[in-house]
């Protein structure tokens, strides 16, 4: 705003390609949310929006300290927008975001939500709709004067598939939104408890990955592969039973972006969505790569280990040695197994107190399969490069600018290769000042973590391919159609 050149708008001058903002927020002005709240639910929906919040974050401050612990009512984000005034003012109103953007190096932002990313714990079915309505009326209408170079996503709760697909389907044909982030994964509660008569709101509840739950999502995969929509999703662990501390707000926000995203995309993974839907690309926002990596590498691992083969040789009969267990027991048993060795030799397993291999194995094998066990059945791969593919080819990853975990998805050494995408989160306390975003992204190349190839992929190639992959004119008419154009032409 002073004029002065930026050090972020200085790093764009020496590059020669543009930046992409993956993931840059909004903090919607609550008093026009309200309007739009009321025009898609009427006026008894804001009150009931206003209470469901008043439960959430202001319940805490009626509590007393001893109170709060009995409930473990969660400590809320005081301070969880942007710090200092003037990004506050620009993270509210989109002609002051769209006027700055040079100032952060970025040509060209898709912007998520902030209050939108609530929408799939409301449990109220009504409310829900409506405000996931509301929200991208609201972000269609305020947006659209700054199409060439901010793009708003669409909220889609994820509840039901049913229920994605008719939102995702007005947001992208009604009101012309060109990216979606899905509520998930889902908290559900546990039919069993519901069965027994336990209320929705105090049963213990699961986290439905959307691999075993109650719903098949391949109708929402297939609509967003018609509409031509990548699948994100922003999704966090706050509120988990390891992530619910009624005093600290710091204990329960680290990593909760990275839990939420890890449990959607090895769900997502196991159950074959990337196999059945080539074309469909996923990405996880705001969790950096270190548990991307992990993730990939624990799939891998675990591929090796227990891929259907690997456990048809290691349960079969002929692999259960039970004379030469039985030799290694009476050999090495010692006094206290001299004379129960048959009972130790009828028990091998552990987790399973006397059964014997042999009913061990006819227990497994009539679950399915030769031997009962193949975790990786619905991937239909036949070795590791096809296992990897699968991942790297449509799995992409929102990283902070300031996150130095980054460095895992280009690291030659451990050639994961995996798409990380630059995503600044402007809008939140995260970023102290919306001028340094690009700058502090560069930090990795000036350090010798990344090269110019890297921070091209980062910063500009992945988030293309992210949504120009998925339909082919995400960017016409933009400030970087010209640049997307020839990269996807080339790929």
């Known amino acids: 705003m002073s004029g002065e050149t930026t050090r972020s708008a200085r790093v764009r001058e020496q590059l020669d390609h543009p930046v992409i903002d993956g993931d840059g927020h909004w903090l919607e002005p609550v008093p026009i949310f309200c ?24 319940t805490w401050y009626e509590l007393t300290p001893d109170e709060r612990l009995a409930r473990r009512q969660i400590r809320p984000p005081w301070l969880g927008d942007a710090p200092n005034m003037l990004d506050r003012a620009t993270a509210l109103l989109p002609a002051l975001l769209y006027e700055r953007l040079d100032e952060f190096g970025i040509d060209f932002a898709v912007i998520y939500t902030t209050i939108g990313l609530f929408a799939g714990s409301i449990a109220d079915e009504d409310l829900r709709r ?4 509301a929200v991208n009326e609201m972000n269609a209408e305020m947006f659209a004067p700054y199409a060439d170079r901010l793009a708003p996503v669409a909220v889609v709760p994820a509840i039901t598939p049913e229920e994605a697909v008719e939102e995702l389907t007005f947001a992208r044909r009604d009101l012309g939104m ?6 998930a994964p889902v908290r559900r509660p546990v039919p069993a408890q519901l069965a027994a008569g336990r209320d929705a709101a105090t049963a213990q509840f699961y986290v439905d990955a959307l691999l075993d739950g109650p719903y098949d999502y391949d109708p929402l995969w297939a609509k967003a592969v018609e509409l031509g929509v990548a699948i994100t999703t922003h999704t966090g662990g706050v509120g988990w039973p390891d992530r619910n501390s009624p005093t600290n707000f710091v204990y329960n926000h680290i990593g909760h972006f990275a839990a939420g995203a890890h449990a959607v995309a090895k769900g997502v993974f196991l159950s074959g969505a990337t196999r059945r839907f080539p074309t469909l690309n996923f990405a996880f926002q705001e969790g950096g790569a270190a548990w991307a990596a992990a993730l990939y590498l624990d799939l891998v691992s675990h591929w090796r280990k227990r891929n ?37 030799v009828g028990s091998p397993l552990t987790f399973f107190p006397f059964k014997s291999m042999d009913e061990l194995i006819s227990q497994e094998s009539s679950e399915g399969g030769p031997m009962g066990m193949d975790d990786f059945e619905r991937l239909c791969v036949s070795d590791e490069a096809e296992l990897g593919s699968l991942f790297k080819e449509h799995f992409y990853f929102g990283c902070e600018a300031d996150d130095p975990t980054t460095v895992l998805a280009f690291d030659k050494r451990l050639d994961l290769g995996l798409h990380a995408v630059f995503s600044s989160d402007i809008g939140h306390f995260d970023v102290q000042d919306m001028r340094d975003v690009l700058y502090e992204a560069y930090e990795l190349v000036d350090d010798g973590f990344l090269d110019a190839g890297d921070f091209e992929r980062f910063t500009f190639s992945n988030a293309a391919r992210l949504h120009g992959g998925m339909d082919p004119d995400f960017f016409a008419g933009t400030s970087v159609e010209e640049d997307v154009r020839r990269l996807l032409v080339g790929s």
Not at 40 to 47: E, F, L, Q, S
Not at 130 to 133: E, H, I
């Open 308 to 344: 259907k083969d690997a456990m048809a040789r290691l349960m079969s009969p002929e692999a259960a040695d039970i004379e030469g267990f039985t030799r290694l027991v009476e050999r090495y048993g010692g006094p206290r197994v001299k004379g129960k060795e048959a009972e130790v």
């Open 130 to 133: 409506a405000y996931a309505r």
């Open 178 to 183: 060109k990216a979606a982030v899905i509520t």
């Open 35 to 58: 309007e739009f709240l009321r025009d898609a639910g009427g006026a008894a929906m804001v009150d009931r929006y206003l209470a469901m919040m008043h439960q959430a974050f202001g």
